[in-house]
Every structure is written in C-alpha cells, then in structure tokens.
C-alpha cells in the first residue's frame, strides 16, 4: 500500500513533514509522497524520517493551473528540492502567494502575522485563516469558514496566480517529473468532456490520474480506472491527507477503504524521461 497525496505544514496541512513517514509507516505503506502546494520545503525533513521509519519518500509538490473549467490541479512526482525549471517557478508563486494572503487577510479584517503563526511561519493558506476565523467565532468549523468567508466568490477569496496546463506538464518533464491529474472530478465536467480533456492533457505530457482518491464513491474510482486504462494514464492514488484541516482523511486509507497498489508507483517511476 501506498499514498502519493499528502499535505504538511509547510503549506495547507497540520502536521510537521516528518510527521507524514510516521503516520504512513503506522498505515502499512510502502511509500508515501509529499504533495504540498507549490512548495518543496519539507522535503528533506520528510525524507530524514522516511529513512527512519523504513518506508520510501517520493519526492513532489501539486500545482494549481488555470483551465476553462475552473482550478486544475496536478501533482508532480520525483521533484527534488534543487534548481530547476519547475523549481524556480516555485519559487516565484511562493512569492505572488505571499501577496495573495496579505490581501486575503485585509479583506477578512485578520492578523497577517497571526496566519503566519497557524501556518507555522510559511506556506500560509485558506485552511490557517479558516482557523483563525473559527477561533474568532466567526465559523463554526473550517468547512463553515470556506463556506461563508473563502469559498470562491465569498468577502476573503483573492484569485491567486496559476500556471497554464501545459506550462506545467512542460516544467515538470523538464525538471525530471512526472506529472498527475489530481482529483479530476473536481473539472465538475460530464463523462465525455472530462474524457475529452485528459485526453488532451496526456498529448502534453500528462503521465497519470488520481483515480483512487480518498473521498470518491468505489463507483467513481471504478469509472476513472477505466478512463484511465484507456487513455493509457497510470491510475494512481492517494488520500489527499491535510491533518486536522480534513479531518475525514487518514494517511494511507482516507476515508478507510483506500488502498492504493504498491505497483502504482513502480508504473509511475517507469514514465520518467
């Protein structure tokens, strides 16, 4: 067993990178990822734990791009924290973000040195100031404060900087990964789009497709296995772990009937350039 989606502090999760091998390790996976948003700061932290507790850290990050369609997100496997194409343009929207939550936190009347502080000094987020706001009083839980206050369209969203799609599928080859799409049926596309627009997808570069993700239906997970076998896509898988930000998710097993093939990572690591 295997999760190749897992977020740490370092950017929207609750829990410290070298946190993410133990609770991996405890799960029975092999392997884990570390998937956090734009960033690759926890990498070596993971790693250092990983090599304690006996399981293999794959190294990664997941990316928003802007499509059509709305968000798109893709994760990016085998990165490693050291310069690169992808690597640089990391950097470079770690910065635009930094502005984006300055704003964020502007509009929402909060303190842009208390996110910091939830956020545990760097890779701030909607989730930090979602418990900001309900340690306020002002939600009743983080759902409610995206809900109420960070949703796309409510007083504190602030449209962030995205990459274009085959930007992103272009750096990450580039920089020796292999790239993801990430929950697809977030596209909110019918069957034959949806089809249509990871069809596209894989002719620039896509490698492979969240098909076994911890919060869809066995039924959704089946639909996609399929789509993905014939487009011709490793169907890959993981939890999408944030800690105490999704507390419905667990490292390895999501909502308890995860199980991602260790043979994932294998089929994966063989796309590589």
Not at 150 to 176: C, F, I, M, N, T
Request: proline share 5%.
């Amino acid at each position: 067993m295997i999760d190749l989606h897992t977020h740490s502090d370092v950017s929207d999760g609750s829990d410290p990178p070298e946190q993410i091998p133990v609770l991996a390790a405890a799960a029975g996976c092999r392997a884990v990822a570390l998937t956090d948003h734009d960033r690759l700061d926890g990498i070596a932290a993971a790693r250092a734990s990983a090599q304690l507790h006996g399981i293999e850290l794959v190294p990664g990050c997941e990316l928003s791009c802007a499509t059509e369609a709305g968000t798109m997100h893709v994760l990016v496997y085998f990165l490693e924290p050291e310069p690169g194409p992808l690597q640089d343009e990391l950097a470079h929207l770690q910065a635009v973000r930094d502005v984006r939550n300055r704003a964020m936190c502007q509009r929402l009347g909060l303190s842009y040195d208390d996110l910091l502080t939830e956020a545990g000094g760097s890779g701030a987020g909607r989730p930090h100031a979602a418990a900001l706001l309900v340690r306020e009083g002002r939600a009743g839980s983080v759902q409610d404060a995206f809900d109420r206050w960070l949703a796309k369209g409510r007083p504190g969203y602030v449209e962030k900087e995205r990459l274009e799609p085959a930007a992103a599928l272009r750096l990450a080859r580039d920089s020796g990964g292999v790239a993801v799409l990430a929950h697809p049926l977030s596209l909110d596309l019918d069957p034959a789009a949806l089809e249509a627009a990871v069809a596209e997808l894989r002719d620039l570069g896509l490698a492979g497709m969240e098909c076994e993700y911890g919060r869809y239906t066995l039924a959704q997970r089946d639909h996609l296995t399929k789509l993905a076998g014939a487009l011709d896509l490793v169907a890959s898988g993981g939890s999408d772990y944030h800690g105490t930000y999704k507390p419905d998710l667990a490292i390895g097993v999501g909502r308890g009937d995860l199980d991602v093939s260790d043979e994932v990572l294998d089929a994966l690591a063989a796309r590589r350039l």
